[in-house]
């Protein structure tokens, strides 16, 4: 059986070009001892995969070039050689980036019994899920009536965040750009406030209307001017969550921070930054917290789907160019 | 009796011109119920002073112009209508700024009986000792064998804060700028830094020389590239206690931040401002554990001292041009 998948063929200077991503194909091997063999229904792509492609060793480690990419994926097993994970079984694993993934059984988790969609484990109840509630809960000690700022807030990972602050009845402000996400923070409780056309000055008084008492908690997925807004309108002892700086991650030389970082000695504030990997033992906690309400139809999860392993590298391309509202995931036929 | 005492004639825009600061003198009135007259013998200055000058509220309340001006001083009480402040105790209090203060018994503290000189209780065991010992012990969670840097690091909060962590058994790494500075940071056996002449990149490999195995715990007083080239050095889970960005104080527009301040989440570093009012409950915990330490000769402060009530502009004015080795003191006669 073939595996068809996509290799990096060198580390790219600001955002990616096409023609970096080349799909291959590969004669799959015989299944070793406690191996399985996957078909892949469902692929993710995110931000974070940008800094696996940089070379450098970061909080993850590089993609190596000509060898298969790696991203999240929620597949059947076809083939089996271990005793746990079973032909038939759906599954999350790490065999992204391709059609068929053959990998140790070890490294799959068999989906659990909830009555939602098997590609909400790769958004809602998966990384972006995990690493919202993690933000939100661990890192920026999010109570009740707290006043809630999340940049990219119609995002993957902020689209969650805004709506789990809102379960919790916090007053909630999400900043985002195109007219629909706007529309789509307000359908959901939230109140939108856009960046666009704006300087962190404009934004910062904007934010201030929609939050006349100031922010307590800011969930960052942005950098850039969200970042020097949300700085000038923090109440004491606010907590800023780093979640991600998608801003920077394709920028070819450092831009500059905000000029108002002071304001977290002005403000005893605190701003911390986070990887949800290291927060993983508390996954079976948020599943159980999170997977019931999920299924109850409590969250409007979004998602943007590209159909066809083809359209992978594209719909990567998309997330830095707002082309996404809440997950975006690949489809794959069959 | 009369008291000569300076006040504020303009809320000034970058650096304050001395003809900002006007000398006065006032016939003061006889004692009211619990109120003590007292003669200064040390005044105090301190960087937070000039946000004091902005006319803005930030965590301190403006000084208001044409009134007397404040700050920390010690002192002898010369009258006393009060049955626990009694003449010739010895306090500490914020009637700075002026030779004589007459002020409510409750805002003054007689100086506990350790064996230290008495202006010692406006530096290492007053506010910037207590700055120093909050910022590590309770902000930046400073623990035995961690790599700590410090910058502003022969000021008199930094001074203290290299001292009490090589105490602790911290590697120890100071960034300043005169060479008598770095000699003296040398000399109590901390890895000087100069950030004299240097862009933050240069900054940062100096830094990465003397501190091969990174930084723990970065206690920041100055911003600007300081902070851009400690950021480059964290460790996983760095903790960043900022104390003040002196660098900012005196901009007439705002500086740009650190470019790199995404390195907060490839480090997963928390980075929390801090005001040390806020802990002053800790204060009577401070004493109890470095005034022995102060009184047995087990930390080298450094004092730069003026002469005469006349040169209290000056003196301060001499913080934000590196004219002071620890801590700045006016001295006054009688």
Same mark, same amino acid.
Do not use: L
């Given at each position: 059986m073939q595996s068809r998948y996509f290799t990096l063929t060198d580390y790219p200077t600001g955002l990616p070009r096409r023609e970096l991503f080349a799909l291959e194909t590969q004669e799959l091997p015989e299944l070793g001892p406690n191996e399985v063999r996957i078909r892949n229904h469902w692929l993710s792509v995110d931000p974070y995969m940008r800094g696996r492609m940089s070379g450098i060793r970061t909080y993850v480690t590089p993609f190596e070039l000509g060898k298969p990419m790696e991203g999240g994926a929620i597949g059947e097993v076809i083939e089996s050689t271990d005793a746990k994970v079973k032909v038939g079984d759906r599954v999350s694993h790490m065999g992204g980036w391709r059609d068929i993934a053959q990998l140790p059984a070890q490294g799959v988790t068999v989906l659990p019994?909830?009555?939602?969609?098997?590609q909400a484990y790769l958004g809602i109840l998966g990384m972006p899920g995990m690493t919202a509630w993690t933000g939100l809960?661990?890192?920026?000690e999010c109570k009740p009536g707290d006043n809630v700022l999340v940049s990219a807030a119609s995002g993957a990972v902020g689209s969650l965040a805004v709506q789990l602050a809102k379960a919790k009845g916090c007053h909630v402000i999400g900043i985002a750009g195109a007219a629909h996400k706007l529309a789509w923070l307000e359908s959901v409780g939230v109140e939108p406030v856009t960046y666009k056309d704006r300087t962190a000055g404009e934004l910062s008084d904007a934010i201030q209307l929609a939050?006349?008492?100031? /922010? $307590?908690?800011y969930f960052e997925n942005v950098g850039g001017i969200c970042l020097e807004a949300a700085l000038s309108q923090l109440n004491e002892g606010a907590r800023i969550a780093v979640?991600?700086? /998608? $801003?920077?991650?394709?920028?070819?030389k450092p831009a500059p921070g905000p000029s108002n970082l002071s304001q977290l000695v002005v403000r005893k504030a605190k701003m911390q930054g986070f990887i949800v990997a290291d927060h993983w033992s508390n996954y079976g906690y948020f599943l159980n917290e999170v997977a019931p309400q999920v299924a109850a139809g409590k969250f409007d999860y979004q998602e943007t789907v590209k159909e066809g392993l083809e359209s992978t590298p594209e719909a990567f391309l998309a997330l830095f160019e707002g082309g996404n509202t809440g997950k975006m995931l690949v489809k794959l036929e069959g």
């Open positions: 019994d909830h009555d939602v969609p098997e809960n661990r890192i920026a939050s006349p008492e100031g /922010i $307590d908690v979640c991600g700086m /998608i $801003d920077s991650y394709n920028a070819e």
